[in-house]
Structures are given as structure tokens and as C-alpha cells.
């Protein structure tokens, strides 16, 4: 028992020194938790009320005392920018489950029954032909911003995407002898597909859920810019870009901090997603084998 054991530990090093080894998948992820991070420890790191108005310190430019100055009405923009992090990234990870889950239970439905593919994709062509900026500004200002009417405006449109790829998956593996074999013995079609089916499907999805992480916060933000994101009682980088652009040639630092944390978060977000690609698709880990 002790040898299997240590062969057990052995693999299980040799699997996280090939994740750590992977820059893509360390740097990002290392960028990902720091600003993960910041925004869970927003209150203890901005160490003030970002709501607080100041009229004496306006346009304050970044300083010992701000870091990333003060914006209009004298609030400190690195509080703001901290802050707003936790409701980006709150939408960014509601969009990427909410568009990975119904996806995939549409992709599986449309790949493996025959007889609820053609529909199933067809409502799918017809939710890709509706422009998604239009549709989440529309929804948005129909039913007021709020956490659920912004998640459903951007999910609405990632989901089609989520669907095709699992469903090409699900065409392709279901042909698999050990597919034939499972469904020859007897066993249900929903065992053959949450033990045989939905594990082929998970590198791909997963490597997607990132890539739906990352639009998702550049959605809200985009969302946020044209003023129709959420109120400015609660903030995220999206209003916080919104209220600096009418202020930007006399306080540029106002838009210049969110759109770095901005670009950091979805850049480490796409280096992650990149990196996990990578090491979950079998036939790169199979070729880094066959080359170490």
C-alpha cells in the first residue's frame, strides 16, 4: 500500500509541477487571484468609504494619499475602482456558470437526441442573430439595471456559443465504440451521457466558461459606458468608466485606473483560459508528452 502510495504522490507532483510549469496558466492565474483578492479584501485595502464626497478634493491627481487620485465630486477613485471589482467580477462568474450550464445541457440534448437537434438549433441561429449589444441594452432599459436583468442580457447571448461547441463534441464522441458498447448493454441514455459523454465535453467547456468570464465583464462594462449598467450607488468598473469619461481631459486618471484593472482582470482571465486549453485538451497534453 505504501508503494502505490507513493506512486500516487508522485503523479499527483508531477501533474502540479506541469501547471506551474505552463507561464500562460501561472501568470494568469496569479493576476487573477490578486485582483480576486482585492476585491474580497475591498473594505480593509481602500481603508475609506469609497461614497465619501469630498468637494475640497476634486480632481486630486494621484498622490501618496490617492493612488489613483479623486474623481468629480472629490471621491477616491482607487476605493471606487476596488470596489467596483466585486461586481464585475460577480457578473463576469453568474454569466460564465449561468452561459455554461444551459449550454451544455442544450448541446448534450441537441448532439445526442436526433430527434431535438434541428430545433434546438435553430432557436440557437435565431438567439445569434440578434445583435448582443442591442438585445442587453434593450432588455436592460425595458425591465431597470439590476444583478439579474445585466446577467440575463449578457448570458442571453453566450449561450448559442456554449451550445454548438458542446453539441459538435457530443456528435463526435457519440459515434465512439465505447459509446455503442454502453448503450448496447442497456444502460439509460442520460448514464451514457453524464459518464461517457459529458467528461469529453468538460476540457472544451471549461476552457470556454473562462473565455465567457472575461466577455462577460467587458459586456458590463460596455454596458456601464453608454449608462444603462448599473445605478451609481453601486459600483462597478463599467459606471466608474461611465461617470469619468465627461471628466476625462481635465482628470484622465479617472478612466485610465478601472480600464487597467479592466484590461489585467480580462487579459489574465484569457492567459488562464489559454493555459488550462492547454493542459486539459488531450491531444496538446499527449504531443507535450511525446516532445519532454
Excluded: K
Amino acid at each position: 500500500m505504501s508503494a502505490i502510495g507513493s506512486m500516487q504522490s508522485h503523479a499527483r507532483r508531477l501533474r502540479l509541477g506541469g501547471l506551474l510549469a505552463n507561464p500562460a496558466l501561472l501568470f494568469g492565474g496569479t493576476i487573477l487571484l490578486l485582483v480576486v483578492l482585492s476585491a474580497i479584501f475591498a473594505p480593509q485595502i481602500a481603508g475609506t468609504d469609497p461614497f465619501l464626497i469630498r468637494p475640497r478634493l476634486r480632481f486630486r491627481a494621484p498622490d501618496s494619499a490617492f493612488w489613483f487620485g479623486t474623481d468629480a465630486l472629490g471621491r477616491d477613485v482607487f476605493a471606487l475602482v476596488v470596489h467596483g471589482g466585486r461586481l464585475s467580477l460577480l457578473v463576469g462568474l453568474l454569466c460564465a456558470l449561468a452561459g455554461a450550464v444551459i449550454g451544455s445541457l442544450l448541446g448534450l440534448v441537441a448532439g445526442y437526441l436526433r430527434a431535438f437537434d434541428a430545433v434546438i438549433m435553430r432557436i440557437m441561429d435565431g438567439m445569434m442573430a440578434i445583435p448582443s449589444l442591442l438585445f442587453a441594452v434593450a432588455l436592460v432599459s425595458l425591465v431597470g439595471p439590476s444583478l439579474f436583468s445585466i446577467v440575463a442580457a449578457i448570458t442571453f447571448s453566450e449561450i448559442p456559443r456554449v451550445t454548438r461547441l458542446v453539441r459538435s463534441v457530443v456528435l463526435s464522441v457519440r459515434e465512439e465504440s465505447y459509446v455503442r458498447a454502453a448503450e448496447g448493454l442497456g444502460i439509460p441514455g442520460y448514464l451514457v451521457l453524464l459518464r461517457h459523454i459529458l467528461p469529453t465535453c468538460l476540457a472544451p467547456l471549461i476552457v470556454q466558461t473562462t473565455y465567457m468570464f472575461a466577455a462577460a465583464m467587458l459586456a458590463e462594462a460596455v454596458l456601464g459606458f453608454l449608462g444603462v449598467g448599473f445605478p451609481p450607488d453601486m459600483p462597478s468598473w463599467g459606471n466608474v468608466l461611465a461617470e469619468g469619461r465627461a471628466v476625462f481631459q481635465r482628470a484622465p486618471w479617472t478612466i485610465i485606473a478601472p480600464g487597467l484593472f479592466l484590461a489585467a482582470t480580462v487579459m489574465a482571465v484569457n492567459l488562464l483560459g489559454d493555459g488550462l486549453r492547454d493542459r486539459l485538451d488531450p491531444r496538446l497534453s499527449r504531443a507535450t508528452g511525446a516532445t519532454s
